[in-house]
């Protein structure tokens, strides 16, 4: 695959503006035939929106690699990888997944906070399976079904205990959480979550972490997830027509690189379905992955111009236009930015910090950060920002305006968009 060129980078920045998100539609292509490729034919895909719900992109991943009817695919039976389908978190996303052509049934609603409203709106579009957190939760699931005529088809996210496997920096389970129902509880609670009116347990729903490098390490989670889930089925009845066993596949955000291999991993889980689950090839029972940043991570740019370089004290300062408004507000959290943002095609000539625009000193892509000679008006790019660029962005503070989204497939411009907060009046909101 070509990767675009910086020249190519600097026309789009020209003819946009800057900081300008470039997705490069073929390099999306790569990322989900790496996906397909490194977990068996039979497992599902789910595409986690939050990475980024940019509805074209969506588009493309429930198309398969290769567009729809498979025109120009190289890697998937037909022209085209099996398609995505989408795990949602809000009526947003699930307004992007509709809107980029998912129908409702191919839609996991999944969240810790679920409103009644929100509830209520994903039932009315047509949403019918849910990840539920809690038993009130689940209750609250029910309660929206029933005032809609609905039976909501449950997957109990499940909290297990024990050791970890893989090791990563982002664990979501195995210790106390918001997130999953914790394992140890569910013999005493699961003849209370199998009778609540207006939903029906069907499966279970694992994610344990993101982000695993180590194959090894992800193999090892997986089975223990399968293992997890068959224990439960045996010993407190937990339905399994649909076990989503998760994520963690690992892509690098920022910086230059490739995402992770897993040349094992599909004859590993093939392995460990065939022992412990023999009807999974049946879909008995279906098997899921989730994945946001592997799919999406790595077609991503982000194109900032240089406004300013600086010096004081000896330290030199690059401003961006570009800062945690528009890349990696929550690096606040120490969640997603990796110590320091790096450069496409940068020779090393100088070490300075990397700064936004904004009046905040926590407005940082990177301190100490190699860089080449830069000044004032020169364009500079941050490569693998697909996943959790625009969206996890702090898009509203110091209210400048969100980035242009740029989509490219070869030397074609497919759309180029920008997303924008409106302020409305609250009383028409609430009587739409
Ligand atoms: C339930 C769930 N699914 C999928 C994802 C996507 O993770 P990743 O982008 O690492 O694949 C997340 C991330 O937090 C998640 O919480």
């Not at 291999?261 to 599909?266: Q, R, S, W």
Request: hydrophobic share 40%; charged share 20%.
């Amino acid at each position: 695959m070509n990767r675009p060129t910086t020249d190519r980078h600097r026309e789009l920045a020209a003819r946009y503006g800057t900081p300008l998100y470039v997705y490069d539609l073929d390099l999306l292509d790569e990322g989900h035939r790496a996906l397909a490729d490194a977990v068996p034919e039979g497992i599902e895909l789910y595409y986690a929106f939050k990475a980024n719900p940019h509805p074209a992109l969506a588009r493309a991943l429930r198309e398969g690699a290769g567009g729809a009817g498979g025109a120009g695919g190289a890697g998937g039976a037909g022209g085209g990888t099996r398609p995505c389908r989408a795990e949602i978190s809000s009526p947003g996303e699930l307004d992007s997944a509709l809107t980029a052509g998912y129908t409702a049934a191919e839609c996991l609603y999944t969240g810790p906070g679920k409103t009644a409203s929100e509830l209520e709106y994903a039932i009315g579009r047509g949403v019918r399976i849910f990840s539920v957190e809690s038993y009130t939760d689940l209750q609250h699931v029910g309660r929206a079904a029933l005032r809609l005529g609905a039976v909501a088809r449950c997957l109990l996210r499940v909290n297990s205990a024990g050791t970890k496997a893989a090791n990563t920096g982002i664990r979501m389970m195995g210790k106390p959480s918001q997130f999953g129902i914790d394992s140890e509880t569910l013999p005493e609670l699961m003849p209370l979550l199998t009778s609540v009116p207006g939903t029906e347990v069907v499966g279970a729903h694992f994610f344990t972490m993101s982000n695993a490098v180590d194959e090894a390490g992800l193999i090892g989670e997986f089975e223990r997830t399968v293992l997890s889930a068959v224990q439960l089925a045996e010993e407190v009845g937990l339905p399994l027509e649909l076990l989503d066993i998760g994520g963690g596949f690992s892509s690098p955000y920022a910086v230059p690189g490739e995402r992770a291999a897993y040349p094992k991993l599909a004859a590993e889980l093939e392995r460990i379905l065939d022992l412990h689950l023999p009807g999974w090839r049946a879909g008995a029972p279906q098997v899921a992955v989730e994945s946001g940043r592997y799919l999406v991570g790595g077609c991503g740019f982000l194109v900032s111009g240089v406004v300013n370089v600086k010096d004081s004290r000896g330290n030199r300062f690059v401003i961006l236009d570009a800062g945690i408004n528009t890349l990696g507000g929550l690096s606040g959290l120490g969640r997603l930015l990796p110590a320091a943002v790096q450069l496409d095609g940068a020779e090393p000539e100088q070490r300075a910090s990397l700064v936004g625009p904004l009046c905040t000193p926590g407005d940082s892509l990177g301190r100490d950060v190699q860089l080449p000679e830069l000044a004032p008006g020169d364009v500079v790019v941050v490569p693998n920002v697909g996943a959790y660029g625009v969206s996890a962005s702090l898009l509203g503070f110091l209210s400048r305006p969100a980035p242009v989204e740029v989509l490219v497939r070869g030397d074609e411009v497919v759309s180029a968009t920008r997303l924008e907060l409106v302020r409305t009046d609250a009383a028409e909101v609430a009587a739409r």
